[in-house]
């Protein structure tokens, strides 16, 4: 009897020894993650420095719109570039019409854009970008430096200016400042909200600390050799992401330009939200799988731009990581409330650090009333991680409308 008392016992006790050991183990991972991002959203409150001083030469830009059935909003945006204050005889804007009217492309023309044809029907943004640089190439066209926007972006006046001023001080690539131009469901909403937060933490905090930006796809320019050298060599989804992590592989540092906005129409729908995030989580995880052998070369070079890019894909969304520390800390309470604090601690610093990433102005009615959708998202990116399979071979379209 004994003997079965102090088996049971001692079961016990290591069965608590494990559990308690795995909960520990989770812990630090959730953990290392939030202080991650707490780190650099504190670095993003730090003012930066002042403007780039005004060029004394006026470069020559192609201003590239990849365009899939976007009649709806492409004449808006191109109609709305053509306002730049900047030398017309200094930059052509060329839109790669793919599955477009013929009746848009005839007023993409009458506007003054160059617009080429893509007649291939399972084409991707990738296809499009390599279409238009082959045809420079081919035509002798002569850029110093390349734009990428989406097919819904607009601009200021002087956006080719302040990027200009920041090519003539020597960047080589740079992202621009990517802000909502709607607001007008709750998705939208939230949506403008984890732009700004990856805005603060991804773009300005790492700049501040003298990391590389982070790139998003839209509002990105380089040098054209640069750009003709890496675009030519990327796969056909996540075209951003591949062109981030060969110009990291090359130690070629991206500056963010906080201060030169792309107003970009967010996500209307949870549907849409569904869809667009299981392509970026794809994108992630499979970029990830192609980088993480040239880790160990990375560390021995010093490329600590690359080694922290491999980093923050290995770190799950925001609202995965938010929703599964608000779980733990709920579980724990029933459980174990002593353990539950050191979760409710956790989550108390991810807020924190939320409400440093986010803009004031973006905290408003609007955001009190979309915050109720939270954990819609939050299952439909949970979901998202057992439908990854094919992802990154298919196209899968960002439908956008006019927001007027």
């Given at each position: 009897m004994e003997q079965l008392l102090y088996f049971g016992t001692s079961w016990a006790n290591n069965h608590e020894k494990i559990y308690l050991l795995g909960d520990a183990v989770l812990f630090l991972l959730f953990l290392i993650a939030v202080l991650y991002l707490f780190i650099f959203a504190l670095f993003?409150?730090?003012?930066?420095?002042?403007?780039?001083?005004?060029?004394?030469?006026?470069?020559?830009?192609?201003?590239?719109?990849?365009?899939y059935k976007e009649d709806t909003v492409i004449l808006e945006s191109v109609h709305s570039f053509f306002k730049q204050d900047y030398p017309k005889e200094q930059y052509d804007l060329i839109v790669i019409s793919d599955q477009m009217s013929d009746t848009t492309?005839?007023?993409?023309?009458?506007?003054?854009?160059?617009v080429l044809e893509i007649k291939d029907p399972q084409s991707t943004k990738t296809n499009a970008l390599q279409l238009v640089t082959k045809h420079i190439d081919n035509n002798n066209l002569s850029y110093d430096i390349i734009v990428i926007m989406d097919a819904d972006n607009l601009v200021d006046y002087d956006f080719l200016n302040k990027i200009n001023d920041a090519f003539y001080s020597g960047c080589s690539a740079v992202q621009t400042h990517r802000v909502a131009k709607n607001r007008d469901t709750n998705t939208a909403v939230l949506d403008a909200v984890s732009e700004e937060i990856n805005n603060s933490i991804f773009r300005k905090g790492h700049t501040q600390l003298g990391f590389s930006s982070a790139l998003i796809g839209s509002g990105m320019a380089f040098e054209y050799e640069l750009f003709r050298d890496n675009i030519m060599k990327a796969g056909h989804i996540g075209v951003d992401k591949q062109?981030?992590?060969?110009?990291?592989?090359?130690?070629?540092?991206?500056?963010?330009?906080?201060?030169?906005?792309?107003?970009?129409e967010k996500i209307k729908e949870s549907t849409g939200f569904y869809n667009q995030r299981r392509r970026w989580l794809s994108n992630q995880f499979t970029n990830l799988f192609c980088g993480i052998s040239e880790l160990p070369l990375a560390l021995l070079k010093g490329n600590w731009d690359y080694c922290d890019k491999?980093?923050?894909?290995?770190?799950?969304p925001r609202v995965i990581l938010f929703g599964f520390i608000f779980l733990f800390a709920?579980?724990?309470?029933?459980?174990?409330?002593?353990?539950?604090?050191?979760?409710?601690?956790?989550?108390?610093l991810l807020c924190i650090t939320f409400s440093m990433a986010v803009p004031d102005y973006l905290v408003d009615n609007k955001f009190k009333k979309a915050i109720r959708n939270l954990p819609i998202l939050f299952l439909l990116m949970f979901f998202?991680?057992?439908?990854?399979?094919?992802?990154?071979?298919?196209?899968?379209?960002?439908?956008?409308?006019?927001?007027?």
């Open positions: 993003s409150l730090k003012k930066r420095r002042d403007q780039y001083p005004t060029a004394k030469k006026k470069y020559k830009f192609a201003v590239l719109f990849p365009a492309n005839q007023k993409l023309q009458d506007l003054s854009a160059i062109l981030e992590r060969s110009l990291l592989i090359q130690n070629i540092y991206i500056e963010y330009l906080e201060d030169v906005y792309t107003y970009d491999l980093f923050q894909w290995m770190m799950p709920c579980f724990f309470t029933w459980f174990n409330w002593a353990m539950a604090i050191k979760w409710w601690g956790l989550l108390l998202n991680f057992f439908r990854l399979k094919g992802a990154n071979k298919e196209f899968i379209h960002t439908e956008h409308g006019s927001t007027n």
